[in-house]
């Protein structure tokens, strides 16, 4: 696991003045006009987050083909200190994303760059100063924890990832310096041979800021023999592919090794571990245990508050409709389904029914019950096998309802539930594309049947009736002249 370091820290202390006209007090008065003022407070926070996984996360390898194109990279950088460093990569960024943007002179561009550089490095660096002391250190890294023979779990000295957002910058930025000897940059830090710099916009959506990008590149970094490979590449070519190769390989190893943590094993721990010593109905304790205290809020909410009644009243309106419509539309496909044992009338009772019943053993007044197109499938599925056996529909039609809920009460019992957590979204696409599959077919032979029942038979019918009709004409022909004959 890596590990990102967020930290903002100021540094406090205690000094005092030995005579008001001093110099020493008149710089301290320009601290303190500025609010650089001492004792001050440090607010330090460390979070582990996991690395990237290229083999399933498509953002992943999204930022590493498009920002190794656009990576800057600075191989045998000299650096007496972070803050130099860090100096020379912005300016590096800065300069490439204003000569493919910018018009402007040359004075101006130096101006702007140097504008740019410091913003970026007040947003990159904790500072803190009193007299002529200064602290500084960066405001947020991400770092990797590493095993060591005879010193076990330390956290990585010869790499370390820092980022920030700004306000002027319109596009995401990667650099990377590899620098020419090992740079001691503090705690923690000493012997760096790489820093990866990241700068994104301030109004990144979450997938795309700073620490997710960081995050990207710093799960590559992370590995110490791949450093010692970077370390011999001659060219910016051939450190972008080495970038890129490894990232590919670590999304087949990341593949395999899911493939191997899902087996029966595993997966029978991971889905019935609990917690406690019962062994059925472990779900429904912790449901009870944890809706209980606020089932009573749940119906009295809707009365508290000026303004509650009619958010309700609105939000009942607005149900009750979108309840109804499924319910008409699905309750007259089930009349005409099951030959009119299944009408609108009844499908709008039983969910009436089974809302309330809901509402009130699940607490939760305004839960939303509708009549959803499986549900009608399956009813004329049922209704087409009672009438080829010759059983009563509706009581073939209750054992059915019975028997499903004898399976919900076994799944409830024994927290079945967990299994979904290894369902993924395929499984639901492929349920989808069946009930689509199904009601297509049957569109397209209700469509047939009218279109056979409304157009060719009463064509055939229409010519019908014209051929006998005149048939009908010359017999009478025939008559009328067989009868003058005679005359």
């Given at each position: 696991?890596a590990?990102?370091?967020?930290?903002?820290?100021?540094?406090?202390?205690?000094?005092?003045?030995?005579?008001?006209?001093?110099?020493?007090?008149?710089?301290?008065?320009?601290?303190?006009?500025?609010?650089?003022?001492?004792?001050?407070l440090?607010?330090?926070?460390?979070?582990?987050?996991p690395?990237k996984?290229?083999?399933?996360?498509?953002?992943?390898?999204?930022?590493?083909?498009?920002?190794?194109?656009?990576?800057?990279?600075?191989?045998?950088?000299?650096?007496?200190?972070?803050?130099?460093?860090?100096?020379?990569?912005?300016?590096?960024?800065?300069?490439?994303?204003?000569?493919?943007?910018?018009?402007?002179?040359?004075?101006?561009?130096?101006?702007?760059?140097?504008?740019?550089?410091?913003?970026a490095?007040?947003?990159?660096?904790?500072?803190?100063?009193?007299?002529?002391?200064?602290?500084?250190?960066?405001?947020k890294?991400?770092?990797?924890?590493?095993?060591?023979?005879?010193?076990?779990?330390?956290?990585?000295?010869?790499?370390?990832?820092?980022?920030?957002?700004?306000?002027?910058?319109?596009?995401?930025?990667?650099?990377?310096?590899?620098?020419?000897?090992?740079v001691?940059?503090?705690?923690?830090?000493?012997?760096?041979?790489?820093?990866?710099?990241?700068?994104?916009?301030?109004?990144?959506?979450?997938?795309?800021s700073?620490?997710?990008?960081?995050?990207?590149?710093?799960?590559?970094?992370?590995?110490?023999?791949?450093?010692?490979?970077?370390?011999?590449?001659?060219?910016?070519?051939?450190?972008?592919?080495?970038?890129?190769?490894?990232?590919?390989?670590?999304?087949?190893?990341?593949?395999?090794?899911?493939?191997?943590?899902?087996?029966?094993?595993?997966?029978?721990?991971?889905?019935?571990?609990?917690?406690?010593?019962?062994?059925?109905?472990?779900?429904?304790?912790?449901?009870?245990?944890?809706?209980?205290?606020?089932?009573?809020?749940?119906?009295?909410?809707?009365?508290?508050?000026?303004?509650?009644?009619?958010?309700?009243?609105?939000?009942?309106?607005?149900?009750?409709?979108?309840?109804?419509?499924?319910?008409?539309?699905?309750?007259?496909?089930?009349?005409?389904?099951?030959?009119?044992?299944?009408?609108?009338?009844?499908?709008?009772?039983?969910?009436?029914?089974?809302?309330?019943?809901?509402?009130?053993?699940?607490?939760?007044?305004?839960?939303?019950?509708?009549?959803?197109?499986?549900?009608?499938?399956?009813?004329?599925?049922?209704?087409?096998?009672?009438?080829?056996?010759?059983?009563?529909?509706?009581?073939?039609?209750?054992?059915?309802?019975?028997?499903?809920?004898?399976?919900?009460?076994?799944?409830?019992?024994?927290?079945?539930?967990?299994?979904?957590?290894?369902?993924?979204?395929?499984?639901e696409?492929?349920?989808?594309?069946?009930?689509?599959?199904?009601?297509?077919?049957?569109?397209?032979?209700?469509?047939?049947?009218?279109?056979?029942?409304?157009?060719c038979?009463?064509?055939?019918?229409?010519?019908?009736?014209?051929?006998?009709?005149?048939?009908?004409?010359?017999?009478?022909?025939?008559?009328?002249?067989?009868?003058?004959?005679?005359?």
């Open positions: 696991m590990t990102v370091s967020m930290v903002l820290q100021l540094l406090g202390g205690d000094f005092t003045a030995a005579s008001p006209a001093s110099a020493g007090l008149q710089r301290m008065t320009s601290r303190l006009s500025n609010n650089e003022s001492l004792p001050c440090v607010v330090s926070r460390l979070e582990k987050i690395l996984d290229f083999s399933s996360e498509v953002r992943a390898n999204l930022d590493i083909e498009r920002f190794l194109k656009e990576a800057t990279l600075l191989l045998d950088l000299e650096g007496a200190n972070i803050e130099c460093i860090v100096e020379k990569m912005l300016q590096s960024i800065f300069r490439a994303d204003q000569e493919s943007h910018s018009s402007r002179d040359e004075a101006d561009c130096s101006n702007w760059l140097d504008a740019k550089v410091q913003e490095k007040k947003t990159l660096f904790l500072q803190a100063s009193w007299l002529d002391y200064t602290y500084q250190r960066l405001a890294t991400i770092k990797s924890i590493s095993i060591i023979d005879n010193e076990g779990l330390i956290t990585d000295n010869s790499w370390l990832c820092t980022m920030c957002s700004l306000n002027g910058v319109h596009k995401r930025h990667v650099a990377i310096a590899r620098l020419a000897s090992p001691n940059l503090g705690r923690s830090s000493e012997g760096v041979y790489f820093v990866l710099l990241v700068v994104t916009p301030t109004k990144e959506k979450g997938t795309k700073d620490i997710e990008l960081g995050r990207t590149f710093a799960t590559i970094l992370a590995d110490s023999d791949f450093r010692q490979r970077l370390l011999l590449a001659e060219t910016e070519a051939e450190f972008k592919e080495m970038l890129q190769g490894h990232a590919q390989d670590l999304g087949e190893e990341q593949k395999i090794y899911r493939r191997k943590s899902l087996r029966t094993k595993d997966f029978m721990s991971q889905a019935f571990s609990y917690d406690s010593t019962w062994l059925l109905c472990n779900g429904i304790r912790a449901d009870f245990k944890r809706r209980l205290p606020h089932y009573p809020s749940d119906f009295m909410d809707g009365l508290r508050g000026n303004a509650t009644p009619r958010k309700v009243m609105s939000t009942i309106t607005f149900l009750y409709f979108a309840c109804l419509m499924p319910s008409i539309a699905f309750g007259v496909l089930n009349d005409n389904q099951t030959g009119g044992m299944i009408t609108v009338q009844r499908v709008i009772l039983s969910q009436s029914i089974a809302g309330i019943a809901f509402a009130l053993l699940g607490g939760q007044p305004l839960i939303v019950m509708l009549t959803t197109a499986p549900l009608a499938l399956y009813t004329r599925i049922i209704y087409d096998l009672s009438k080829e056996h010759k059983l009563d529909f509706f009581a073939f039609f209750g054992w059915v309802g019975l028997f499903n809920a004898f399976l919900l009460l076994l799944y409830s019992m024994f927290d079945l539930s967990k299994l979904m957590r290894w369902s993924t979204r395929s499984t696409e492929i349920f989808a594309l069946f009930i689509s599959v199904a009601f297509t077919v049957d569109a397209f032979k209700s469509v047939y049947s009218n279109f056979k029942k409304f157009y038979e009463s064509a055939t019918t229409g010519a019908g009736s014209v051929s006998n009709s005149t048939v009908d004409d010359a017999l009478a022909q025939r008559q009328l002249q067989c009868l003058r004959v005679t005359t």
